[in-house]
């Protein structure tokens, strides 16, 4: 039976949406195949097993590392005899703000956390990234220190975690521009073209329940309005705002078959302050009301 778990049963303060610790599984110890509301990165720090996403196995083994999106299903499978050590770290997007990001000069050096967990299922697991040698070394390093600083909590300890998490992030990214690289056959062009809107579809994607608009993207970005819609209705056939609407409204009709929450707070989880225009722009999309939606599924 699939478990949902709330980003409340782990994260205090919503200040620092941030929580991280070291676990052991064996084959009788696996967590229940669950779901959630936050982001979860793993860092398997040795042993092998199967990880069970979405109905499928997927091998994994000493030093990959894989993110979890809000909503997705998965456990692990482990073979008698076999264990596996994990560092778990949730959290949600409001931990690693744009306008951050923006200051520090590095909005385009995320394509870990941008990119590659919304990559086709088989992309992201059967080519999962795997840090090997000193960069895996680097990047252990960084979440026991994450761990130290959440567990001891002293002062600025929050600043060092946000900073050391944005330093993984960027780690994990350069070694996923690596891999992608040595598979890609685009031409130089054309692939940073395809990135370009890769990043920006996975921005959408981790802020559909903020205010997403085009001059923040532009500046974000580093591309003016008329570049970015161009580019954009080229590669996904839809403009930036349609593409937002869409993910909110697939998040939306997620929230309704699987929870009981008025019409008017689902609205206000996927970003629309207004429930009567939430309500009329899903009638248009889906070709029923929420309540319809909700009592067909």
């Not at 993110?67 to 264990?83: A, D, F, L, R, W």
């Not at 403009?239 to 929870?259: G, P, S, Y």
């Amino acid at each position: 039976m699939e478990r949902q778990l709330h980003s409340s049963q782990f994260i205090k303060e919503q200040s620092f949406p941030f929580w991280i610790k070291r676990f052991y599984h064996d084959h009788e110890h696996v967590p229940l195949l669950h779901g959630h509301d936050f982001v979860e990165l793993v860092y398997v720090i040795r042993g092998e097993g199967q990880h069970v996403f979405e109905g499928h196995y997927y091998e994994i083994r000493t030093g990959d590392v894989f993110i979890i999106n809000p909503g997705e299903v998965h456990t692990y499978s482990i073979q008698p005899g076999k264990e596996l050590e994990i560092i778990n770290c949730l959290f949600l997007s409001d931990l690693i703000q744009g306008n951050w990001l923006l200051d520090l000069g590095i909005s385009q050096s995320m394509d870990y956390f941008y990119v590659h967990p919304f990559m086709d299922k088989r992309e992201r697991f059967h080519r999962c990234l795997n840090m090997s040698g000193p960069d895996g070394a680097r990047a252990l390093s960084l979440l026991e220190t994450m761990i130290g600083e959440f567990d001891n909590r002293q002062s600025g300890s929050e600043t060092l975690i946000r900073l050391q998490m944005v330093e993984l992030l960027i780690m994990l990214s350069r070694s996923y521009q690596q891999a992608q690289g040595q598979c890609g056959k685009e031409p130089v062009r054309n692939q940073s073209k395809h990135m370009l809107i890769r990043r920006i579809y996975g921005y959408l994607e981790r802020n559909y329940d903020k205010k997403v608009s085009i001059p923040v993207l532009c500046e974000l970005f580093t591309i003016s309005s008329r570049q970015l819609n161009r580019i954009f209705k080229q590669s996904m056939g839809m403009t930036v705002v349609d593409m937002l609407h869409q993910i909110r409204i697939e998040r939306a009709k997620h929230l309704l078959k699987e929870t009981d929450e008025k019409v008017i707070t689902v609205a206000g989880r996927v970003g629309y302050e207004d429930p009567a225009f939430f309500s009329r722009l899903f009638h248009r999309r889906v070709g029923c009301s929420p309540g319809k939606y909700r009592e067909s599924s």
